[in-house]
């Protein structure tokens, strides 16, 4: 199955990626190749995943795990097997952290696995028009204090908002970029973690380029 996944991401999901959006990339060699790893990016569509199993390097896509909304993409038996074995999501069930579930506990395994786990602290999809980036939850935190040797990877993905904004079906070629920063440390508080990270992803949005439209292969 992970053999079969790999094929999928690289001959399927890297292409289309590339067709629609460009996947202008900067900072690529920070991307980490193994785990335990931490990717925290900004989150404006479903465009982000896609763009982000895309960019990273052959030989350690298969090691990427995003974290993904359980109630969302395990909602049907296709969609969910598909998010589960082709995507690779680690699933998050929102709402459940006021029954006293560990909500992150597949996130959790996944790093103590040894693989790479894709955050959006943002917790939920931007309007995709403004690239405001929302409040970030603290869960990112909780994951680096339980592996502070694990490196957080800030990552601001710019435009796919507008490649598949959120509540429409059918994407627009829109030509995106992906800035990957220097690892945020954990400092042993997360107030502080989080400052730090927040800081880190929104210097990485200010050197964002323009947006323009895909050029025609």
Not at 62 to 85: C, E, M, Q, T
Not at 146 to 154: E, G, K, S, T
Not at 176 to 187: K, R
Not at 188 to 213: E, T, V, Y
Request: aromatic fraction near 6%.
């Amino acid at each position: 199955m992970r053999f079969l996944r790999f094929l999928l991401l690289v001959l399927v999901a890297r292409p289309l990626a590339v067709l629609m959006t460009g996947a202008d990339v900067t900072g690529r060699e920070r991307l980490p190749l193994k785990g335990p790893a931490i990717i925290a990016a900004n989150h404006a569509s479903h465009v982000d995943t896609l763009l982000m199993l895309a960019v990273f390097p052959s030989r350690a896509v298969s090691k990427l795990r995003p974290a993904a909304a359980a109630d969302y993409f395990l909602r049907d038996p296709v969609i969910g097997w598909f998010s589960r074995h082709v995507i690779g999501i680690v699933p998050v069930a929102r709402g459940k952290a006021a029954d006293g579930e560990d909500v992150l506990a597949p996130a959790r395994a996944a790093l103590a696995a040894g693989e790479i786990v894709l955050i959006f602290p943002e917790g939920a999809r931007g309007d995709g028009e403004s690239d405001e980036m929302g409040q970030l939850k603290s869960g990112v935190a909780r994951l680096a204090e339980a592996f502070p040797q694990a490196p957080v990877i800030p990552v601001w993905i710019q435009g796919a908002g507008r490649v598949l904004p959120k509540g429409a079906s059918v994407p627009v070629p829109l030509n995106c970029a992906v800035l990957v920063g220097e690892p945020v440390i954990w400092t042993g508080r997360r107030g502080g973690f989080m400052d730090a990270l927040r800081a880190a992803m929104l210097a990485l949005k200010a050197q964002a380029p323009p947006l323009r439209w895909s050029e025609e292969p």
